[in-house]
């Protein structure tokens, strides 16, 4: 007889169980799995969104993101809540920011908004119609989502006033559309509002900034401000107005911000 075989190594223990190594061995198993599956969808996932179609220049799994934000936005202003107006001593000139869509030259004369409105032809106003409402002044922070903040004191007319006097807005059984669309003339720039915002009492078309007229790169001959959204939406030299029932492209919500940005 030959020697006999060695035995089969034994197995090692078994390690004591420890319930968080488990969990954290499972974490990391499906962290990978997640991590596979994202670089997977990048492949061809960044491409297959963009096909998905986009509401108001968002891609669509953004958008219930806003839909949550948008909805907190509501709660926060419903009512028409007025944000707080301060001292006039206290305004001062903001720092001029953004110049998408500033017109080469400043032409008050000639220059119009133009609103359109579905099943209504397009209606042009020249600074003269809108600058006819009663003028309103108010001395509010204009926020910029960048993180400054400056108190200046607007006038000019309010929107929904504007909008009021020459019957605009409205669908034929008089409910209002949902938002309102706002553009440069180059198409530069371009804001969207929900109806709600446009026309809140605090939302004007200004023609004037602490006591002077606005200059150009303030938005002349006219701007939007309002109080209830950041700085994003408060369009300098807007040419056309749109009332629709679709979300409106924004641009800035097409560069990662959020389309509401309300405050
Ligand atoms: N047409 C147009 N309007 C615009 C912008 C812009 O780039 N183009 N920038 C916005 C931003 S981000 C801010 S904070 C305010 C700043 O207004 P101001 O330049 O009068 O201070 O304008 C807003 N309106
Ligand atoms: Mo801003």
């Known amino acids: 007889m030959g020697p006999t075989p060695p035995p089969p190594p034994a197995r090692p223990p078994a390690p004591p169980r420890d319930p968080a190594a488990e969990a954290i061995g499972r974490l990391t198993r499906r962290a990978f799995l997640v991590g596979g599956v994202a670089a997977a969808a990048g492949l061809g996932g960044w491409a297959w969104l963009r096909t998905r179609g986009a509401a108001g220049g968002v891609p669509w799994p953004l958008r219930q993101v806003h839909r949550v934000n948008e909805w907190a936005g509501r709660g926060l202003y419903s009512g028409g809540r007025l944000a707080p107006e301060f001292d006039p001593a206290r305004a001062g000139e903001p720092m001029v920011n953004g110049n998408h869509g500033r017109p080469a030259a400043a032409d008050p004369a000639g220059w119009t908004l133009t609103v359109t409105q579905p099943g209504v ?143």
């Open 121 to 263: 032809g397009p209606r042009t106003f020249r600074q003269a119609e809108t600058a006819s409402l009663p003028r309103v002044e108010m001395t509010t922070e204009l926020k910029c989502i960048e993180g400054w903040s400056q108190v200046v004191t607007w006038s000019g007319v309010r929107l929904a006033d504007f909008v009021a006097a020459h019957g605009l807005g409205r669908r034929p059984d008089g409910t209002l559309y949902d938002y309102v669309a706002l553009e440069t003339a180059d198409g530069a720039y371009y804001v969207g509002l929900d109806a709600p915002s446009a026309l809140h009492p605090q939302t004007l078309l200004c023609d004037a900034m602490n006591g002077a007229p606005l200059t150009v790169a303030h938005g002349a001959p006219l701007r939007v401000v309002l109080t209830v959204k950041y700085g994003i939406k408060n369009i300098k030299w807007p040419t056309a107005l749109r009332f629709q029932d679709e979300l409106p492209a924004d641009y800035w919500a097409e560069r990662g911000y959020d389309w509401y940005s309300g405050l």
